[in-house]
Protein backbone atom coordinates (compact mmCIF):
# COMPACT_ATOMS: atom_id res chain seq x y z
CA UNK A 1 0.00 0.00 0.00
CA UNK A 2 1.21 3.48 -0.90
CA UNK A 3 0.51 6.68 1.15
CA UNK A 4 -2.06 8.67 -0.35
CA UNK A 5 -0.29 12.18 0.12
CA UNK A 6 3.23 10.81 -1.39
CA UNK A 7 2.79 7.70 -3.03
CA UNK A 8 5.94 6.36 -0.43
CA UNK A 9 5.49 3.34 0.78
CA UNK A 10 3.17 3.03 3.91
CA UNK A 11 4.64 2.57 7.53
CA UNK A 12 2.35 0.21 9.97
CA UNK A 13 2.99 3.16 12.61
CA UNK A 14 1.02 5.85 10.45
CA UNK A 15 -1.11 3.08 8.35
CA UNK A 16 -2.61 4.69 5.76
CA UNK A 17 0.22 6.88 5.60
CA UNK A 18 4.16 6.92 5.40
CA UNK A 19 5.03 9.62 8.35
CA UNK A 20 3.86 11.69 10.90
CA UNK A 21 4.13 14.43 8.60
CA UNK A 22 1.44 12.79 5.40
CA UNK A 23 -0.48 11.80 8.64
CA UNK A 24 -0.62 15.90 9.32
CA UNK A 25 -0.91 17.15 5.95
CA UNK A 26 -4.05 15.00 5.22
CA UNK A 27 -5.48 15.88 8.83
CA UNK A 28 -5.04 19.89 7.74
CA UNK A 29 -6.54 19.04 4.87
CA UNK A 30 -10.05 17.99 5.87
CA UNK A 31 -9.64 20.84 8.79
CA UNK A 32 -9.22 23.51 6.14
CA UNK A 33 -12.11 22.16 4.24
CA UNK A 34 -9.76 21.20 0.99
CA UNK A 35 -11.53 17.29 1.51
CA UNK A 36 -15.30 17.53 1.05
CA UNK A 37 -18.10 14.76 1.01
CA UNK A 38 -20.59 16.29 -1.46
CA UNK A 39 -23.83 16.30 -0.78
CA UNK A 40 -27.15 17.76 -2.05
CA UNK A 41 -29.00 20.51 -0.11
CA UNK A 42 -31.98 20.00 1.69
CA UNK A 43 -34.76 21.94 1.89
CA UNK A 44 -35.69 22.53 5.42
CA UNK A 45 -39.49 22.47 4.58
CA UNK A 46 -39.09 18.72 3.25
CA UNK A 47 -37.83 17.57 7.24
CA UNK A 48 -40.34 15.40 8.24
CA UNK A 49 -41.15 16.46 12.30
CA UNK A 50 -40.53 12.86 13.37
CA UNK A 51 -36.55 12.83 12.32
CA UNK A 52 -34.51 12.44 15.24
CA UNK A 53 -32.07 15.26 13.62
CA UNK A 54 -32.15 18.94 15.89
CA UNK A 55 -31.29 20.51 13.22
CA UNK A 56 -31.17 20.20 9.53
CA UNK A 57 -28.13 20.40 6.98
CA UNK A 58 -27.25 23.59 6.19
CA UNK A 59 -27.65 24.62 2.67
CA UNK A 60 -23.98 24.81 0.46
CA UNK A 61 -23.71 28.18 -0.71
Known amino acids: M?????TKETDAKYRP??????ADVDLG???TGSY???AEPVDPDDVHPDSDAEHPP???Q
Not at 17 to 22: A, E, P
Open 2 to 6: TCPIC
Open 36 to 38: AIP
Open 17 to 22: FCSRRC
Open 58 to 60: RRQ
Open 29 to 31: RWL
